[in-house]
């Protein structure tokens, strides 16, 4: 695999999605949501992410799938990925099933992204341990990636029976749609994405733990991709981060304070330990972690090469979207950071710098012979209408 790019820097969102005050309409929270994906498709957004939850009222999308339909249909070009299935909440069968019907539909702009499942109320509810989501994630991704290749399956993970399981269409993506699993600070993501050679969702990327860690869940990755015959490509490593930027620094953190201070009420009411559990605490350590970016265009882009080099180069960043501030500040920030931030990162804005450098370097030998030019062509005019007597006396 050649070496990654700044220039093959994709820019994408992650989408929990987080719907507050829970006083809201769900069903205009659910079409804001749909809008959203239809926005950034045309500002150019390589690539979205949306989330499955099942309880705690505020991200109140339980079937991610649905989502990627209904956006697929309204946009162009943006590809839209599951951030992520729940595996042990689902039979891997009918996950598969819902995988390969999506790469049709979707013509292959659809990716499935998984994980273990994040909310303890959705866990409690659906009756798997908590001890025992990540070994049920392992062995549900373990037979939907069989049967995606095309094998028949008989077993049982968790409740679910399969007997002479198989997909009666193979995908529309050769060999397989693009899968991705989850990854936040333990190393059970990396290792689970290294055994399948998939691509990693650093979710907890902004937090202090788990912006340490990034280069040591990819050398996870790397370390049992080569147990099992796999490679590792990094332009599928994705870090999602809160980004809201503005044209000041001061404008930023005014259009996100008070809707930060609503999320972490709600956190502190339903997570144990509140909204520092998730490596934010109050308003100034949210300000205050390596990974958040409230500021400028000039801010974001120092951020960006930071998480270059922590993580060693990655192939996407992923906004979080927050919704800290109101729907028009967050899509001018959206907007700021497709035209002001990543063209800068990737680099795509420099042969148009270096000809900017260019003609300026030779202004002055350009316009002296411009000049020069223009005042032989007035002369010679002036001797032209002279010679002929112009004008008439």
């Known amino acids: 695999m050649r070496n990654l790019r700044k220039l093959d820097v994709r820019c994408g969102v992650f989408t929990p999605p987080w719907s507050l005050p829970l006083t809201g309409d769900p069903a205009l929270a659910i079409r804001r949501e749909i809008d959203l994906l239809t926005f950034l498709d045309r500002l150019g957004y390589d690539e979205a992410w949306i989330g499955e939850h099942h309880s705690g009222g505020m991200e109140i999308i339980g079937s991610p799938e649905l989502i990627v339909a209904a956006a697929a249909e309204r946009s162009r070009r943006i590809r839209l990925g599951t951030g992520v299935i729940s595996l042990p909440f689902h039979h891997p069968l009918a996950v598969a099933d819902r995988i390969v019907q999506l790469d049709h539909q979707t013509r292959g702009r659809a990716m499935f992204g998984f994980g273990p499942g994040l909310l303890p109320g959705d866990a409690h509810m659906f009756g798997v341990p908590a001890g025992e989501q990540r070994a049920r994630l392992a062995e549900a991704l373990d037979v939907v990636v069989r049967l995606l290749e095309g094998d028949v399956v008989s077993g049982q993970v968790g409740p679910y029976v399969l007997r002479d399981a198989r997909l009666q269409l193979g995908p529309y993506t050769r060999p397989r749609p693009e899968l991705a699993v ?156 497709m035209d002001e931030v990543m063209p800068v990162f990737t680099g795509r804005c420099a042969a148009r710098l270096a000809s900017h450098s260019w003609s300026a370097a030779h202004r002055g030998a350009w316009y002296a012979g411009t000049f020069e030019a223009a005042e032989a062509e007035i002369r010679a005019h002036e001797e032209r209408e002279e010679q002929e007597g112009w004008p008439p006396g």
Do not use: K
Request: aromatic share 10%; net charge negative.
């Open 182 to 337: 989850a990854s936040a600070i333990t190393p059970s993501g990396g290792r689970l994405a290294g055994r399948y050679g998939i691509g990693m969702l650093c979710l907890a990327a902004a937090t202090g733990p788990g912006y340490d860690v990034l280069s040591v869940n990819w050398a996870n990755a790397l370390t049992a991709a080569a147990e099992h015959g796999q490679v590792m490509d990094r332009s599928a490593l994705r870090l999602v981060a809160p980004f809201h930027l503005a044209a000041t620094r001061d404008q930023a953190i005014g259009e996100v304070e008070a809707g930060f201070r609503r999320w972490a009420a709600y956190a502190d009411e339903v997570i144990e330990g509140g909204a520092a559990t998730v490596g934010y605490g109050d308003f100034d350590a949210f300000l205050a972690s390596p990974g958040v970016t409230v500021g400028t265009p000039a801010d974001a882009l120092d951020a960006l090469e930071r998480y270059w080099d922590a993580s060693g180069g990655f192939g996407a960043i992923l906004h979080q979207i927050t919704r800290f501030a109101d729907d028009a500040a967050g899509r001018r920030s959206l907007v700021l950071f």
